[in-house]
């Protein structure tokens, strides 16, 4: 009969039984003292990983044991979304262009002209669409993507229990890519609801589950981690998606992403796949980001974003040294809206804005983010660099009108100058510049506000020209210091060479008066 302590583990562990005896320098003659200090050992081996902290026996783990449990809790309250609409049918085909005279051209007449008759007489058909959702509210108010109700005449909502109600949309937000829906009318008990996690706090490892539709199977579940966080994938202003490997397809779009407490902490929305099916990297808007958006389109049927009123560029290795600056950080500015909540509270083109109502601006993304955040109408701090010092503002948030497009220049006929006058330039770093007369204004288009060093030309494979400064531009300051002549630039750029500085740093316009900043490396 074999004893429980003489088991297999427990035999491989009396190999470190005669460094035992020889660490106490004490004989082991019975056999129930031998057992008794190959158990000592085995604990002493196992005790390690049992005094681990709780964090790194966790990151040990291979994954969840099971999910099972949360999923239970949670399933319900994710639905299928399938919407139908109203297509026009497809515009005939045009007649192909043969040559007169040619064998073919009266056969393709007749075999055209029929098929047009033939569309003409089709009649408008109905297309359908599926998608996923959840249900936030007990009282019927679900989330999806914008995407999956865009044009839809109706809009249905399937719930694992075979039920189906129509669903109108209460609002929609085409930035992130959200739309928020009411089951109509109200149903006869309350939903199954889910609630809203942090996702700031989540992790690049971290388990997370996603519930949807992919390819019509409701009630699908997938398990992976969080593979990075703040993705911009070029989808829209505000980027900033959670990318997971958990298996998201066709038909997840707007369906939750959970963590492992059952809390959504983002909105299944995109993935990369060259085939259509998962490979592992989707993404999802995070949960953060997406409420103070769904509480406004459930309060107002719209979105109420911040505005101040900039136009901000990225700040380059290059432009920090030529601001003094420790590194690369913040969001330049680089023009500032007249009248604008910016312009109100003090703010310049070439400052650099490092903290945005207590959030620091790590970037050119951060401030854009941070902004549309705030509430309108909040009085804010931001602290900004202004020539290698900081310096905290106030301003008050004000409103984006999101209808409003950008206003573009209008066009206006190319003329042939006549004749130019010989003009004085000067080649600095590349750039032949001259000082403003009435004839370059006008032959340049240059606004009669603007103010500058006007750019005449510039050397082919300069750095300056690989960084867009062209003829008709103006220079208008250099290191935020005004320039009005070659000579103004000139002195400003041997100040700084002087100072050891290595490059400077441009305020650019065009002669429209757009402004950029740029630094070039001084010769």
């Known amino acids: ?60 783990a291979k994954g969840p044991d099971t999910v099972a449990d949360t999923a239970a809790l949670i399933m319900d309250a994710v639905v299928n979304i399938s919407t139908s609409q109203t297509v026009a049918p497809s515009r005939s085909v045009p007649t192909p262009e043969l040559p007169p005279g040619s064998p073919f051209e009266e056969f393709f007449e007749e075999f055209f002209k029929r098929r ?31 995407h999956v109700i865009a044009d839809a005449d109706e809009v249905y909502a399937n719930f694992a229990d075979g039920s189906k109600l129509k669903a109108e949309i209460v609002g929609r937000d085409t930035k992130i890519d959200i739309a928020l829906l009411k089951v109509t009318p109200e149903p006869d008990k309350p939903l199954k609801a889910v609630k809203f996690g942090n996702s700031d706090i989540l992790r690049v490892g971290d388990w997370v589950m996603a519930i949807g539709n992919p390819f019509g199977l409701g009630g699908t579940l997938t398990v992976g981690v969080i593979s990075a966080r703040n993705r911009d994938i070029n989808s829209g202003p505000y980027d900033n998606f959670l990318q997971t490997d958990a298996a998201i397809n066709r038909g997840n779009s707007g369906g939750p992403l959970f963590n492992m407490e059952g809390d959504v902490v983002g909105i299944n ?5 060259p085939s259509g099916g998962s490979i592992g990297i989707g993404f999802a808007v995070p949960s953060n980001t997406a409420i103070p958006i769904i509480a406004q389109l459930k309060e107002f049927g719209e979105t109420r974003r911040g505005w101040i009123g900039v136009r901000i560029q990225q700040v380059t290795p290059e432009i920090a040294e030529s601001l003094s600056l420790d590194r690369a950080r913040g969001a330049l500015i680089g023009s500032v809206n007249e009248d604008g909540p910016a312009a ?39 602290v900004v660099i ?26 206006t006929p190319e003329q042939k100058p006549d004749t130019p ?43 300056a020209a690989e960084r867009g400064i062209a003829a008709g531009n103006l220079i208008v300051e250099v290191n935020q210091e005004a320039t009005l002549t070659p000579g103004d630039v000139e002195n400003r ?30 010769e």
């Open 116 to 146: 047009q008759q033939q569309g003409e007489e089709q009649a408008p058909r109905r297309v359908s669409s599926l998608g996923s959702g959840f249900v936030i509210d007990a009282s019927g108010f679900i989330v999806t993507n914008n």
């Open 269 to 273: 929305t995109a993935i990369i796949s």
């Open 421 to 463: 006058p010989p003009v004085t330039t000067r080649k600095l770093m590349g750039v032949e510049m001259a000082e403003i007369t009435p004839e370059l204004r006008t032959r340049f288009k240059i606004k009669d506000e603007l103010k500058g060093v006007v750019v005449m030309a510039v050397d082919a494979g300069s750095v």
């Open 493 to 522: 750029l041997a100040a700084l060479k002087k100072e050891g500085r290595r490059s400077a740093l441009l305020m650019v316009a065009d002669p429209e008066g757009q402004i950029r900043f740029t630094a070039l490396p001084i």
């Open 344 to 382: 109100k509270g003090g703010l310049k083109a070439g400052d650099v804005v490092v903290s945005f109502d207590g959030k620091e601006v790590r970037d050119i993304r951060a401030l854009p983010i941070i902004v549309a955040d705030t509430p309108v109408d909040k009085e804010v701090e931001v």
């Open 1 to 60: 009969m074999t004893n429980c302590l003489e088991g297999p583990g427990l035999k491989r562990s009396n190999i470190a039984l005669p460094a035992l005896e020889r660490a106490f320098s004490f004989p082991w003659p019975h056999r129930t003292a031998r057992r008794l200090a190959a158990a000592l050992i085995a604990f002493s081996l196992a005790a390690p990983l049992a005094l681990m902290p709780l964090e790194a026996r966790a990151a040990a």
């Open 386 to 411: 202004r020539k290698g010092q900081q310096e905290t503002l106030k301003l008050v948030v004000g409103r984006l009108d999101e209808g409003t497009a950008a206003p573009s220049a209008a066009e």
